[in-house]
């Protein structure tokens, strides 16, 4: 009996894994084919065709295209967050991982951006199916900021005498280089620039830090 429980136990973590396995082809797929053909004109048989399964066991997965919407959406977002831990507890000092968090961010939403014509109408249908998720993406943003600069202060490398200020003027200069994905593309800023502003920050923080 126990022999029996322990191999029906292997058999099913074995289907567990190739149930995962299956699921990230099917994001992939719908990944590929939303951003080249927009949300409007994929329907669910041709990710299933994309894929190789039958669509009855794309169903199994996901109820509906907007499912996958949201799927596709929270595994980017995924990625973000562990790519984000990975400078922000990285032993860099906090005017390095200012600049290389911010140019994370932008690389990730620039790449979105460009992923196909249909980038705009993709975000414009994920905001549609979830439209917290603008805000809350703005709020982690703020918060990792805010946390970067508390740690440049607590390592006396910045002074900045009004911290909520000056996160704001901050988060205001470097806005533009953001642009609403909801958004169609009318101008590509550039990743130089964003740097230039940045660097003009750092300098202006790390200087009054060298004079206490």
């Known amino acids: 009996m126990a022999l029996k429980l322990e191999c029906e136990k292997d058999i ?4 567990q894994r190739l149930d ?3 699921r990230e082809a099917i994001l992939q797929a719908a990944r590929q084919r939303l951003s080249q053909y927009g949300v409007r004109k994929t329907t669910m048989n ?3 065709q994309d894929v190789g399964i039958a669509v009855g066991t794309l169903y199994l997965y996901f109820k509906n295209k907007n499912e996958i919407l949201i799927a596709v959406t929270e ?3 995924r990625q973000h967050l562990m790519d984000t831990e990975k400078i922000l507890y990285s032993p860099i000092s906090a005017p390095e991982k200012l600049k290389r968090y911010l140019l994370n961010r932008f690389r990730a939403v620039q ?3 460009l992923s196909g014509s ?3 109408e993709l975000a414009r249908a994920v905001i549609r199916l979830k439209p917290e998720l603008q805000g809350e993406e703005g709020k982690v943003v703020k918060n990792n900021v805010l946390m970067i600069l508390k740690e440049g202060i607590n390592s006396n490398l910045f002074q900045i005498d009004d911290l909520e200020r000056d996160l704001e003027v901050f988060l205001y200069s470097i806005g533009y280089f953001f642009p609403m994905p909801t958004t169609e593309r009318y101008y590509e800023p ?4 964003l740097c230039m502003v940045i660097d003009w920050f750092i300098h202006k923080w790390y200087r009054q830090a060298k004079r206490i």
């Open 118 to 120: 249909h980038a705009a």
């Open 111 to 113: 790449e979105s951006r």
């Open 75 to 77: 595994a980017y977002t």
């Open 20 to 22: 995962e396995a299956k």
């Open 12 to 15: 099913e973590f074995s289907m």
């Open 190 to 193: 550039e990743e130089e620039k």
């Open 46 to 48: 041709e990710i299933a």
